[in-house]
């Protein structure tokens, strides 16, 4: 498995789990949640 689709995988199970306690099909949701988990990873790389 590359680290690209473990990558990809890893986030959609992240973002499918945290939209269960926020409001599906949101598209702001999932913005923060994008750019919140962009944030952290960005954070723990360097």
């Given at each position: 498995m590359t680290f690209e689709?473990?990558?990809a995988?890893?986030?959609r199970v992240?973002?499918?789990r945290l939209r269960l306690y926020h409001f599906p099909g949101s598209?702001?949701?999932d913005y923060r949640i994008l750019?919140?988990?962009v944030?952290?990873?960005a954070g723990?790389?360097?």
């Open positions: 689709s473990y990558f995988d890893h986030l992240r973002w499918q598209v702001l949701t750019k919140n988990y944030k952290t990873y723990e790389t360097r």
